[in-house]
């Protein structure tokens, strides 16, 4: 492109005179050095952006920028770190002080406080305020009474949280859960200043957090414009001028514009572009991995697949499906064959552990044929696998998945795809129970924890465990490892409890995601954290 | 011309219900959208209600419809799953897509028309054949592959433009878009006017003013155009509602933030109440179009009267 400055001249010289067009094309008029303005692509965030309501990655990219909380994640490790906690203690796994430090604010001067952390975290969990991620605030003592199941609230706040003075409170959980620090870097944690509570619609329009980014301007749906907070107290200060955020509807478009050089980063390289990628971007392309597993899920309300035969055919199936083949040739190796229920950005220490599934999930036509016919055949004659067509090119990968069970049982109909037309369809039919046969199931962690991995999709009723698998083996092994004082020995606890789904295989680990990302020659530093978010504070403009 | 006129609106009232009440049903039958609301993960039980009754989605659809229908009309479209108001993205989203559309309708008047006249009375030679398969090829190719490969040229190869347009989306940053979504509208407008200019230019009335001794533009532009262009204006004035409506897939390519933006989101999410709301409007725009169409036959052709 750099070759081609007259040509393009030449060209709005032929366009001008058509009409006035916009001409400049590449370069951004961002400044450069430590005050340059980095320009990266966006969705429109789904939910309004409160903490506790904010779920996908898209609303996650601004919180991150704009909040900071008790724990913050390294960036590269995925490890929990104090962060505006002083120290987080407790001596039975149960109840918890914590203390702040004094030095922080908000970036319209009020000091962070503890009375900002507990008020934040009564409103997240309260029913009333409709937050999507009030189940964070489940283990706290008291979630039963202001986020009862059903019927109304009979509490305004959480019994479990008490003020003790200006930066200290404490914390008593409902059940042991030696861990639990470790979850509060998830931004449904972070504190929030006053003005949240008294004039919510002006704080919606414009979120004033404690992070190190302020927000300058904020047009709903289409962008907003981020500046590096010059007051900001933490160490991890913006190495920028700012963040453009700017709402993509189609990804493509956005790298598009990256190529073109009007846009700095793109944080989602459409799966159509993955094959030029190397070429049009080079070095410029990162490809690591982050918290989220694929996963084929099981209906164990059908008598069919609750049966010790059922185990064999669920294990033949993992074995008659070659994802080495897949995740080379469909995602170009954006996706690694899963050999556990974790993922590698825990961590050995953390609990994840390559090839704890063992010969379970390999690819092994003859052991495979030979198990799912032992079971007695897939249940029903055919196996269909739901998946919901209208986002995540899933149509791609189920057929190739179908098409490798097909192969290993020489029949062309051992296994089909059920595409249903819309996400929120898709996920009502599996939360619901609706479904006969196996469908697509994803899983974002929530915090780097083995235990997230685990309790929320696997432990009998847990509010993911849309199969309705139970297995009391597993559940005392949860059970045991939350209460393990050690972190070391409940992290082996919990790889037990992963030792149970070997055996079991109640859903059927596919691979691990991993997230990609591009951008222009402008920039440098530029990376991606274990929840596949740019490090946007560390990004250095040249 | 008053009582035809009030004729129509009235005729408007059940056409806009019919609509109105099938797009109702039909984003209803879509499921229930809160499940989607929480990710790869159940939404909490309790929450879930809360939304649902929040939305109104726990009552049956014929009480849901009428709801809706009665806060229509006092200017209340509902509030979309991220909290904002339709009409607030609807003051957003539907300047910068009649800025596009106007964008569209110049380029098909203009281009479209003029090259009708030329190719018209100039029909069999060169310029109508080169004209005639020019028209052809661009009806042949769909919009996403001509939208798609001038932001490549234009946008990434040359430089002219930018691939994507800014979230103001200024005039001139719409007018390859435009182009891209006029190219097949405007191909249809010059073999419409050039077979109606072709037809009318052997008319009694277009001789007897040559014979009159008009200058050849007078006869071209006052006598022969004005009658040719009943079928061109019928044409175009239901483009406007279909330019409006059918952005979607331009707008995508460029990423503009009108109409077709607010709809695919909407219709990804399952949220009745913002898909609901601009296909309303839009329904309105169609009929308030073909309204003003069938007005302007009387302005074009003395002819037709209205009683």
């Not at chain 1, 975290?121 to 003592?141: P, R, S």
Request: glycine share 10%.
């Amino acid at each position: 492109m750099r070759g081609a400055t007259q040509a393009r001249w030449a060209a709005c010289a032929v366009a001008a005179a058509l009409a006035a067009t916009a001409c400049g094309g590449g370069g951004d008029n961002g400044g450069s050095g430590a005050d340059g303005i980095v320009s990266s692509s966006w969705g429109d965030p789904q939910n309004p952006l409160e903490p506790a309501n904010t779920n996908e990655v898209q609303g996650g990219k601004v919180l991150d920028m704009l909040f900071r909380g008790l724990v913050r994640y390294d960036p590269e490790t995925g490890e929990a770190e104090n962060e505006i906690a002083e120290k987080i203690e407790s001596e039975d796994s149960q109840n918890f002080t914590v203390t702040i430090k004094d030095n922080w604010t908000f970036s319209n001067g009020e000091k962070v406080t503890a009375q900002s952390f507990v008020d934040a975290w009564n409103y997240g969990a309260a029913l009333k305020n409709n937050q999507k991620n009030a189940y964070f605030f489940q283990y706290i003592d008291g979630y039963d009474k202001v986020h009862p199941e059903s019927g109304k609230a009979t509490a305004d706040t959480l019994s479990g949280l008490k003020v003790v003075n200006g930066t200290t409170f404490t914390v008593r959980l409902s059940q042991k859960f030696s861990l639990w620090p470790d979850t509060l870097g998830y931004s449904a944690f972070v504190p929030l200043p006053k003005v949240f509570h008294t004039d919510h619609e002006a704080w919606l329009s414009k979120p004033v957090g404690n992070g190190p980014y302020t927000i300058d301007q904020y047009a709903k749906g289409s962008s907003m414009n981020l500046r590096r907070w010059d007051g900001y107290p933490g160490a991890d200060k913006a190495q920028n001028g700012g963040i453009d955020l700017k709402v993509y509807t189609d990804n493509n478009t956005a790298y598009t514009d990256l190529t073109a050089g009007n846009l700095d980063l793109v944080d989602d390289v459409p799966a159509s572009q993955l094959k030029n990628v190397e070429a049009d971007l080079g070095d410029r392309y990162i490809n690591t991995p982050a918290g989220i597993i694929q996963t084929l899920a099981f209906p164990f309300y059908e008598k069919a697949w609750n049966t010790p035969d059922a185990v064999k055919v669920r294990r033949g199936l993992s074995m008659a499906i070659n994802r080495e083949q897949i995740t080379g040739q469909i995602f170009r190796k954006t996706r690694t064959p899963a050999s556990d229920w974790t993922s590698p950005v825990l961590g050995e220490e953390g609990g994840f552990k390559k090839g704890l599934c063992g010969p379970a999930c390999e690819y092994d036509k003859a052991e495979a044929k030979k198990l799912i016919e032992e079971g007695g055949g897939i249940p029903g004659g055919r196996l269909t696998i739901s998946y919901n067509a209208d986002t995540g090119s899933h149509k791609e990968w189920v057929d190739a998945v179908c098409n490798s069970i097909n192969n290993v049982m020489g029949d062309n109909k051992a296994c089909v795809g059920g595409p249903v037309g819309t996400f929120a369809d898709f996920r009502s039919q599996v939360s619901t129970q609706k479904l006969t046969g196996a469908w697509r199931a994803g899983w974002q962690m929530d915090y780097p924890l083995i235990q997230n991995f685990l309790q929320p999709l696997y432990y009998t009723n847990a509010p993911s465990n849309d199969g309705k698998w139970s297995n009391q083996k597993f559940d005392d092994l949860i059970d045991k490892a939350n209460a393990e004082s050690d972190k070391a020995k409940a992290v082996t606890t919990f790889q037990d409890a992963e030792k149970v789904l070997v055996e079991q295989m109640p859903v059927i680990p596919l691979w691990y995601q991993n997230g990609s990302a591009g951008y222009s020659d402008r920039v440098e530093d530029v990376s991606l954290n274990p929840f596949s978010v740019p490090v946007y504070d560390r990004i250095k403009v040249k | 011309m008053g009582r035809y006129v009030i004729r129509r609106l009235l005729q408007m009232i059940p056409v806009f219900l019919g609509t109105t009440l099938l797009i109702f049903l039909m984003v209803n039958v879509m499921g229930d959208p809160v499940a989607g609301l929480c990710g790869d993960r159940r939404c909490d039980p309790a929450t879930a209600a809360r939304l649902r009754t929040e939305f109104g989605l726990d009552k049956p659809v014929w009480q849901q419809y009428l709801t809706y229908m009665g806060n229509i009309f006092t200017g209340d479209f509902g509030t979309a799953f991220n909290g904002q108001k339709v009409t607030e993205l609807m003051a957003t989203a539907f300047p910068i897509t009649i800025r596009l559309t106007i964008v569209a309708i110049v380029f098909e008047i203009v281009i479209g028309i003029s090259l009708g006249v030329v190719t018209g009375l100039r029909r069999g030679r060169p310029v109508d054949t080169v004209v005639l398969i020019l028209t052809l090829v661009v009806i042949a190719v769909p919009t996403f592959v001509t939208g798609l490969l001038l932001q490549l040229l234009l946008g990434v190869e040359w430089g002219v433009i930018k691939p994507s347009v800014s979230s103001e989306a200024p005039v001139d940053e719409l007018i390859v878009p435009g182009l891209v979504l006029a190219s097949v509208s405007l191909a249809y407008v010059t073999r419409l006017t050039r077979t109606s200019i072709a037809e009318n230019a052997r008319a009694d009335y277009v001789r007897t003013a040559v014979a009159k001794g008009l200058p050849r533009r007078r006869v071209v532009v006052r006598h022969l155009l004005r009658n040719s262009l009943i079928p061109v204006v019928t044409f175009i004035g239901t483009d406007v509602g279909a330019l409006m409506g059918g952005a979607i897939v331009t707008e995508r390519i460029f990423n503009i933030h009108g109409v077709g933006y607010q709809l695919y989101q909407g219709i990804l999410r399952q949220n009745s109440q913002t898909v609901v709301g601009f296909v309303t409007v839009l329904v309105l725009v169609f009929l308030a179009a073909n309204l003003i169409v069938d007005l302007l036959y009387a302005v074009l052709d003395p002819r037709i009267r209205y009683a």
